[in-house]
């Protein structure tokens, strides 16, 4: 993960002419990536250690539910994150660094979109640590290190052949290999997972809910653009602030229109209610 990370920067330091500003650039539009990477991350490895319990334990009902809801949840909880970020990367970045870079955000906003579809391959998170929760390291671990061999001469060449662009295609070239075809083979083996189950039962309510906050954010836009009035931080915040808005409730309700998302929601007002 190291090597990963810090390659694309030392990749720009040697073949950009201006690397000083490839990397001011870099760093803008990649943050939002990172961020919601670590997230996730974070969120599933809480997993591992649970997985572990309940594999001793042979509850096989609690790893069920884990293997399907679990993996829905934590979507849940990150894509409308993911989504709204890249709908709105334009305004955000406007507002966020202006002309800072030496150029109006908005030109690099589709290097931001760019870089968020790497965060793909976090919809294995949970299945990948329920199957190192159950001491099947070796395929992951593999496919993880060739990511951080394999990313250095792609993103490289890549690079001299299209610009700083080339640093984000490599990440996304290498991750989706190493992080989502080669694991998601493996754990759907591994956990026995059934296709079918997992996508109406898993990814249909996150997906919904990403397709109502699409429809709901592109009618907004017809009638009521984003724009950035008067000089103040509110004024100009107050129209991105509405869209998000929107387009998180829409998600929610778009989540809702399921009968697992229904259920997700009774849960939780029950444990907030407890409380």
Known sequence: VILADKSDNTILGFVIPDPAQANAVY???SKPFLQLRQAGWMLAYM???AVASLAAARDEQSLERLKYDGTRMHLASLLPLGLLAWLYASPFLTLWVGDRLGRPAAEVAPLMRL???ASLPLVLAVPVQM???FNKIPVIALAALGLAVVNLPVSYYLTTRIGMAGVIWG???TTFFSNLLIP????????????WTFLTRTLGPPLVGGGCAVLACTLLSQWFPVTFPGTSIVTRVFPLLVHLSVGL???????ALTSAGRRDFS???AKLARR
């Open 115 to 117: 870089f968020l579809t």
């Open 47 to 49: 997993v591992m250690p």
């Open 171 to 173: 990440t996304i070239l």
């Open 27 to 29: 760093d803008v539009v």
């Open 267 to 269: 849960q939780l007002a």
């Open 131 to 133: 199957a190192i929760g």
């Open 184 to 195: 998601g083979v493996y754990v759907a083996r591994v956990l026995q997972v059934d296709p």
């Open 249 to 255: 409730a829409a998600y929610l309700t778009g989540y």
